[in-house]
């Protein structure tokens, strides 16, 4: 239930103000210093940059301890344009804002560290570290915002400036195409924002997102007109994660630099579910809205999930498993589990900003298991065994909780899910001998689960009970993630069977939905590229020897 929040008091606004500018003002530097200066100084930009990162935490984590202590709050600031109830600088501190305040300033600050010795030698230091500062700064004003002009200026201001990142390397044609991709994709979904809220506007009377969401659950119904706004917030949303079909960009961005991959991973393209969390009731109570998140989030997970099985590659697999996390992230948005989808989105940051960072251990890990004895070919009997025992284990997980499934049905879904993903740690220790194996496998299963679960209680008692679902898109859920499992299962099975070599094709390729959206792109607006280097004519031994005469 949206209510109404107190003022804040001026040092808490004080507080929540210095994080963005902190940001900016250690992009300062890079903006004096030229290419060729040094970078390895102790007065370089980066160290600007790291002092900026370290201090912008320690705001944020002192935010949050004071929201504890506090409460929650908003701070209506100076009119930036029309009435009283017009633009203000409108700054929140809730729970929602404070954890995603605290993670972004996290992975950025780690970031920072890791990319100054990533690009040790590389040109242009000076124009990335700008475009880092400037995209964290944006960043930290959408998640602090709580007006939705604010809140899409500053969504707009982090897709420019992660463009300038993902185009870092300017010579490299594949780089420069994914960001053109993502660039129009982007600028359709902020079209689909900037509609929305001028809907919003003029239906409610206000951008501010607490009076908005108040004066939303006072009307009896919602209006064609405003329902169609909240279709747009879920367009702009699908299209800023990354969801199919566009999803073609976040596979290919992996010609950046890798630190800008883990920013864009573990952090920007998180921020359709957060302000599809922070909107809430504007969404929530839009069927069509709700199914739209549902069935393409949903989709997209399982293909994503699907086509991350034929990669190699370990960032590529790691796109494509982002791509599929963001339509979970989607699809739980659109049952109303508000609270899952935000631990979701700070467990998914972690630890995809861990594995990017981390991604060249996977030549190291990948010898030492050639080194080790393959195990064998996990059998049909054995995957759906542990199903079973995966359901088991986090039905007694939720009893152990008191969570019943009649409280909210929309769980029911990502239980089953839950406990299908639990199947690879069970198979595992399945597959060798000895008690003590299946034991500690079963042991790790049901820890997980509980810690799922009494997380779930944690974000519940802090954002709300879940809006309630629609039966037809829980049992959705459940039938697309069982033809995931059953298709999985085959195919591990059976890896040179008849399905496995039908299926590879299609999986590998994306089911061919990127070269259909390229080629769209191409048409509308084509990308520019660098132009090709010209190679040398070569000198015949004639020209060679008639030179050496004159």
Not at 164 to 193: E, G, N, W, Y
Not at 338 to 348: E, F, K, S, T
Not at 362 to 368: F, H
Request: hydrophobic share 55%; net charge positive; charged share 10%.
């Amino acid at each position: 239930m949206e209510t109404m929040l107190a003022e804040l008091p001026t040092l808490r606004v004080a507080l929540l103000c210095a994080v963005p500018l902190l940001f900016v003002f250690a992009a300062v530097p890079a903006l004096t210093t030229s290419a060729s200066d040094s970078r390895d100084s102790p007065d370089s930009p980066w160290r600007w940059s790291r002092v900026g990162a370290v201090l912008a935490l320690s705001a944020s984590l002192a935010s949050l301890a004071w929201l504890i202590a506090g409460g929650p709050g908003v701070w209506r600031g100076p009119v930036l344009a029309g009435t009283d109830a017009g633009v203000h600088f409108s700054l929140r501190s809730d729970v929602l804002a404070n954890v995603m305040l605290v993670l972004v300033c996290f992975i950025g600050w780690v970031i920072v560290g890791y990319s100054h010795s990533y690009l040790g030698g590389q040109r242009g230091q000076p124009r990335y570290i700008r475009s880092l500062m400037l995209t964290l700064a944006a960043v930290t004003v959408l998640v602090l915002s709580n007006n939705l002009l604010l809140l899409v200026l500053a969504w707009i201001g982090t897709s420019l400036a992660l463009h300038a990142l993902l185009t870092f390397f300017d010579q490299r044609p594949q780089a420069l195409i994914a960001a053109h991709k993502k660039f129009l994709a982007s600028r359709v979904a902020d079209v689909c924002m900037l509609s929305a809220i001028a809907i919003v506007w003029s239906q409610l009377g206000t951008f501010e997102i607490d009076q908005a969401i108040a004066a939303a659950r006072a009307l009896p119904e919602y209006s064609g007109t405003l329902q169609a706004a909240a279709v747009l917030f879920v367009i702009g949303a699908l299209f800023k994660c990354a969801q199919l079909p566009v999803h073609g960009w976040l596979i290919q961005v992996m010609e950046a630099p890798t630190p800008v991959s883990a920013l864009l991973h573990a952090g920007v393209v998180n921020l359709g579910g957060f302000v599809l969390i922070r909107l809430g009731t504007l969404v929530a109570d839009v069927p069509l809205a709700q199914a739209l998140l549902v069935v393409v989030g949903g989709i997209t997970a399982v293909v994503a999930a699907a086509t991350m099985m034929t990669r190699i590659s370990i960032k590529v697999a790691l796109a494509w498993s982002t791509c599929a996390q963001m339509g979970f992230m989607l699809m739980q948005c659109g049952l109303g589990l508000y609270d899952l989808a935000l631990l979701h989105i700070v467990a998914h940051s972690l630890y995809k900003a861990h594995a990017f960072l981390t991604a060249g251990t996977a030549v190291e890990q990948n010898r030492l298991q050639q080194m080790t004895t393959p195990l064998p070919t996990l059998s049909g009997f054995a995957w759906f065994t542990s199903a079973i025992v995966g359901v088991g284990i986090v039905a007694a997980a939720a009893l152990a909780w008191g969570i019943h499934p009649a409280e909210a049905p929309a769980l029911w879904a990502v239980s089953a899910v839950l406990a299908l993903a639990l199947v690879p740690l069970l198979t595992g220790p399945l597959l060798r001998a000895g008690g003590v194996w299946v034991l500690a496998g079963v042991a790790g299963a049901f820890a997980v689960a509980l810690a799922y679960f009494g997380l779930h209680l944690l974000f519940r008692h802090w954002l709300g009970a879940p809006a309630p679902a629609n039966m037809g898109l829980v049992a959705w859920v459940i039938g697309c993630f069982a033809l995931l499992f059953i298709v999985q299962g085959a195919v591990r099975a059976r890896p040179h069977g008849a399905l496995s070599r039908k299926l590879y094709p299609w999986l590998f390729a994306g089911l061919y939905l990127d070269e259909v959206f390229t080629r769209l792109t191409f048409r509308v607006w084509p990308a520019r590229l660098p132009p090709k280097p010209v190679t040398a004519q070569p000198i015949l031994h004639e020209q060679v020897r008639t030179s050496g005469a004159l």
